[in-house]
């Protein structure tokens, strides 16, 4: 049997690369840090913060074990190729390939991780998907979308939490809120931050014409704690109470105790009604709010630096950024990176994994080009 393709020396050159990215010396740091905190006896004291830092430890310790189980298998390759060159076994091989193989896969899993690099790509994410011009096209446009997404969360093994829906008038959604809980949801969701175009042979038109539906979706990140970087004048809030009573009440608890919150000096509104109590809903809002004022002052920073350098990027909310033909034929294609995929039924099932991955690549390259 040939020699193994997959060279030893490069697995361990990818090892050095993850050992930056992943940061070990100082997440290994870090968990000393947090074992020391949760052998203390007041350490449930405070609910909230012990499992946030649970949590913590817990994806710190999940990299660790990983970093050190790719170089075990490295130098578990490179002892049994040695052992092979003593022993006439061709078994010994093909267990040294098999394991090469293994590692390389793993890797290249591994390195999407060197891809998340914002600053809040750890976060969790709030999401607002609203329905474009169509009316009840749109609107049902809009409720596959947001079917998509839970699909996407479910197979990821993501908390979808839906906060608030307004039902369409005839069928679908006009507009949805829901945060994405999970390690680096949104650095995966930024991908879907834009306007989704939809071509098909209406269900709702008898003469089965071919229609194009729009929806947008908004992605920010979510802070459990009101971040201490926005400053929110109580003042300058309306707060309103209401009923949830979404159509049939499929995607929403009914109860008395909805809240939405504008913001009167920017317009932003932020809803919740699925929680039990006034209080619940009106503190999850605050907790939306603030990561919308934040993303909110974070474009505004970053319109101010592009019209002083000259720039003219059109990739802010309101851009199309994906199109999903179904007819005349099947293509899903993304504007910005574009990857493209023919199953449309697998990627409105949740297949969205290709797309995220083709856009932080795409971010990477054009950041890199500046």
């Not at 459990?224 to 979404?246: A, F, K, M």
Request: glycine share 6%; proline share 2%; with cysteine.
């Amino acid at each position: 049997m040939s020699e193994p393709t997959i060279d030893p020396n490069q697995l361990r050159r990818r090892l050095e690369e993850a050992l930056l990215y992943l940061r070990i010396e100082e997440i290994s740091d870090r968990r000393m840090e947090l074992e020391d905190l949760v052998a203390k006896p007041d350490f449930w004291d405070n609910t909230e913060q012990a499992k946030k830092l649970s949590q913590e430890l817990s994806e710190i310790t999940e990299d660790l074990q990983l970093f050190n189980q790719l170089s075990t298998n490295i130098d578990d390759a490179e002892t049994l190729l040695e052992l092979s060159k003593e022993e006439d076994d061709p078994s010994i091989i093909e267990e040294a390939l098999t394991l090469l193989t293994e590692t390389n896969k793993a890797f290249d899993e591994l390195e999407l991780r060197s891809l998340f690099t914002g600053e809040h790509d750890e976060s969790d994410a709030v999401c607002y998907i609203q329905s474009g011009e169509g009316g009840t096209e749109a609107q049902d446009w809009a409720e596959m979308l947001l079917r998509m997404y839970q699909r996407w969360a479910d197979q990821k093994g993501f908390s979808f939490e839906i906060t608030a829906v307004s039902e369409g008038t005839e069928a679908g959604i006009s507009s949805a809120e829901f945060i994405v809980s999970g390690r680096r949801a949104y650095g995966m969701l930024q991908s879907e931050h834009g306007v989704h175009r939809l071509v098909r042979i209406s269900p709702f038109n008898k003469q089965a014409n071919r229609h194009t539906s729009f929806a947008s979706m908004h992605v920010v990140p979510f802070f459990e704690q009101v971040s201490e970087e926005i400053l929110i004048d109580e003042t300058e809030l309306r707060i309103d109470t209401y009923r949830s009573s979404g159509a049939g009440g499929q995607h929403v608890n009914v109860t008395d105790s909805a809240v939405r919150i504008t913001h009167l000096p920017t317009g932003v509104v932020v809803s919740c009604q699925n929680e039990r109590s006034q209080h619940q809903n009106k503190d999850r809002c605050m907790q939306m709010l603030s990561a919308r004022l934040l993303d909110l002052e974070r474009k505004q920073r970053e319109d101010e630096i592009a019209n002083i350098s000259g720039e003219n990027k059109n990739v802010g909310f309101g851009s199309q950024i994906r199109s999903y033909v179904m007819q005349p034929y099947q293509m899903v294609k993304d504007l910005r990176s574009n990857h493209e995929v023919g199953a449309v039924e697998s990627v409105l099932n949740g297949e969205i994994d290709s797309f995220m991955e083709a856009y932080l690549r795409w971010s990477r390259s054009e950041s890199t080009d500046i």
